[in-house]
């Protein structure tokens, strides 16, 4: 028998996932040229869609802007209502002037 309840949480705790267009095309970069990363930051979607607030190693770094980290990769993303707006970058140094540089684009596009 289905748990009702069970049902109604997890629709609940769903977000639509909206990916930028630059995101989309580095998945699509990254799925012919390096499949474990493309992976990696598959699963990491799917996990932040499901329940982004369980998740480990979720930092808000300014502006309702959350950062997760994914090896070399940086999701970055914002959500509205249900919907998770999500940039995926590749970053070599973990800077606060990187980050300041990124929240800074992202609120100019919101």
Known sequence: MIDIELVLIIIWKMYKLELTRKSKNKLDLLKSADLNS????????????????????????????????????????????????????????DTKKDYQKWKDYIISNM
Not at 45 to 52: F, G, K, M
Not at 60 to 81: C, E, V
């Open 38 to 93: 493309f992976k990696t930051l598959i699963n990491e979607l799917s996990q932040i869609q499901i329940n982004w607030t369980d998740l480990p190693n979720i930092k808000n770094i300014g502006n309702s802007i959350f950062r997760k980290r994914s090896w070399r990769w940086r999701i970055l993303f914002t959500i509205s209502y249900n919907i998770i707006t999500v940039w995926i970058i590749e970053i070599e140094k």
